[in-house]
């Protein structure tokens, strides 16, 4: 999409992973996601929820800080590998309630759960969709969820940010991206169209049975956005000394 022509037919779903995380912890992409893209709109949000083993003492995120603290580096959580979301969503969690945890990557998050279920891992996050089923029937406890507002989808579980630790936020997003030196009336076309589309009643009930909520944005704000959450992964990354790939 990067190299293509730039005339408003040729658009990307881009995501989380490929254009705020990857860029922070591969030193080696075929794309640049700042310079190669033009941002048209946010079209999805998934926040991811914190969980951990039905064994835990713990029933609410502040609790979990407070055993942590007493226990440096014996939690431990799984993630979908080194530098995913997930990974760099544990290490701002760590550093804002200032705990030290051990982590474990996998290859994909529904593994990590899978082990938090057995009782091999003390926690991980999921999305609501996966999780969802597992919380219902006892064998994992929700503490919290990443976005900054409560969920429709969980309305009762507080966000992690009301609940200990404000300003924490960690969701997957999900936007369309055209290629760079699209027209500026094309993109505002192409935003205008989308923002319509992603409003639908149709869209809500998809979204939903995905864990997602609908959301949208300028190209301006989309554009300020993904510079936000690149600086703030590079400085996690730094500050915890993730090391680039």
Same mark, same amino acid.
């Given at each position: 999409?990067?190299?293509?022509?730039?005339?408003?037919?040729?658009?990307?779903?881009?995501?989380?992973?490929?254009?705020?995380?990857?860029?922070?912890?591969?030193?080696? !992409?075929?794309?640049? #996601?700042?310079?190669?893209?033009? *941002?048209?709109?946010?079209? +999805?949000?998934? @926040?991811?929820?914190? $969980? =951990?083993?039905?064994?835990?003492?713990?029933?609410?995120?502040?609790?979990?800080?407070?055993?942590?603290?007493?226990?440096?580096?014996?939690?431990?959580?799984?993630?979908?590998?080194?530098?995913?979301?997930?990974?760099?969503?544990?290490?701002?969690?760590?550093?804002?309630?200032?705990?030290?945890?051990?982590?474990?990557?996998?290859?994909?998050?529904?593994?990590?759960?899978?082990?938090?279920?057995?009782?091999?891992?003390?926690?991980?996050?999921?999305?609501?969709?996966?999780?969802?089923?597992?919380?219902?029937?006892?064998?994992?406890?929700?503490?919290?969820?990443?976005? !900054?507002?409560?969920? #429709?989808?969980?309305?009762?579980? *507080?966000?992690?940010?009301? +609940?200990?630790? @404000?300003?924490?936020? $960690? =969701?997957?997003?999900?936007?369309?991206?055209?290629?760079?030196?699209?027209?500026?009336?094309?993109?505002?076309?192409?935003?205008?169209?989308?923002?319509?589309?992603?409003?639908?009643?149709?869209?809500?009930?998809?979204?939903?049975?995905?864990?997602?909520?609908?959301?949208?944005?300028?190209?301006?704000?989309?554009?300020?956005?993904?510079?936000?959450?690149?600086?703030?992964?590079?400085?996690?990354?730094?500050?915890?000394?993730?090391?680039?790939?």
């Amino acid at each position: 999409v990067a190299k293509a022509p730039a005339d408003g037919y040729t658009l990307l779903l881009g995501t989380t992973g490929t254009h705020s995380t990857n860029p922070v912890v591969y030193a080696k !992409l075929p794309y640049d #996601p700042i310079r190669d893209y033009a *941002p048209v709109s946010l079209v +999805a949000e998934a @926040p991811f929820v914190l $969980l =951990v083993h039905p064994s835990l003492p713990v029933r609410s995120v502040k609790e979990l800080i407070t055993f942590a603290k007493t226990r440096p580096g014996e939690l431990n959580y799984g993630s979908a590998g080194i530098g995913s979301s997930s990974h760099l969503g544990f290490e701002q969690f760590s550093l804002m309630a200032g705990i030290k945890m051990s982590h474990v990557p996998y290859k994909g998050l529904p593994l990590a759960t899978g082990d938090t279920i057995a009782g091999n891992l003390t926690m991980t996050w999921d999305s609501i969709s996966a999780s969802a089923p597992m919380i219902r029937n006892g064998r994992l406890r929700a503490l919290g969820i990443g976005s !900054l507002k409560r969920s #429709p989808l969980m309305a009762d579980l *507080p966000t992690i940010a009301e +609940a200990a630790l @404000p300003g924490f936020e $960690l =969701v997957s997003w999900y936007g369309v991206f055209a290629p760079a030196n699209t027209p500026a009336d094309i993109v505002r076309r192409l935003n205008a169209e989308i923002v319509k589309a992603v409003a639908s009643p149709e869209l809500r009930e998809q979204y939903a049975a995905l864990g997602a909520t609908q959301v949208s944005n300028t190209p301006e704000e989309f554009a300020a956005m993904l510079k936000r959450d690149i600086a703030k992964w590079s400085k996690i990354a730094r500050d915890t000394k993730i090391e680039m790939q």
